[in-house]
């Protein structure tokens, strides 16, 4: 039982270049969702799901772009990199309300 | 307003010191309020939670108080240690049927430093 796996860990893009994190989950939860953590930022909520086929936008969604076509897969994409998306991401899930999340590992991005 | 603010940014105690770390919300709709732990290079972790019907909780040594009328909680750590340094995050959120339901507003963080 992995929980969450996020993939890669770290990424190096230039700007322009287009590229998908991964986040993949065997826990079967509704809610996965999407952060970056920028020093001094804390957590700041990209995009998020509650099910297969529904997304909505977080606090911070420009230049991302999400998908959710099954329970466990929930990939965000970068469609054009820019050095302010330079950050750690954060892939999050929950059952429900009132429950904690349960975050990945991180993969940490670079755009030069 | 969806705000949680966290106070202090970053604090540095000596070993079997006890950090205390402050959140206030403005949202009286908010009845779960969960604290995570986050070590360098890895994801927050729940660490543990309250809700506004107790006045604290205590796990171990990590202790939640909480105020309801002055609208604040904090994170109380008993005989610090070196491990126990990471960076803290209070949360809240409140509970309704919808789909906002499930989101977690986040202070932004408080960095912990034990030193021996």
């Known amino acids: 039982n992995a929980g969450v796996t996020q993939t890669p860990k770290f990424q190096v893009l230039k700007t322009g270049q287009s590229m998908t994190l991964q986040c993949a989950q065997d826990?079967?939860?509704?809610?996965m969702s999407w952060y970056r953590q920028d020093p001094g930022m804390g957590l700041r909520l990209i995009h998020y799901s509650v099910g297969a086929g529904i997304t909505d936008q977080g606090e911070v969604p420009n230049g991302y772009n999400v998908s959710r076509s099954t329970t466990e897969d929930f990939p965000l994409r970068l469609l054009s990199a820019a050095p302010s998306q330079t950050s750690v991401y954060f892939c999050a899930i929950s059952t429900g309300t009132g429950r904690g999340y349960t975050f990945g590992s991180g993969t940490r991005l670079t755009v030069v | 307003q969806q705000q949680v603010k966290q106070s202090p940014q970053s604090l540095i105690v000596q070993k079997g010191g006890i950090p205390i770390i402050n959140c206030a919300y403005e949202n009286t709709a908010f009845d779960y309020f969960p604290w995570y732990q986050q070590f360098p290079g890895k994801g927050p972790a729940l660490l543990i939670a309250i809700r506004p019907d107790v006045s604290e909780k205590k796990e171990g040594r990590f202790t939640i108080s909480f105020n309801k009328s002055a609208k604040q909680f904090s994170l109380h750590i008993m005989d610090s240690q070196p491990g126990d340094s990471a960076t803290y995050f209070c949360?809240?959120?409140?509970?309704?049927?919808?789909?906002?339901?499930?989101?977690?507003?986040f202070g932004k963080g408080t960095k912990l430093s034990v030193i021996p």
């Open positions: 826990m079967n939860h509704e809610y």
């Open positions: 949360a809240a959120s409140r509970t309704y049927s919808g789909a906002g339901s499930y989101q977690l507003t």
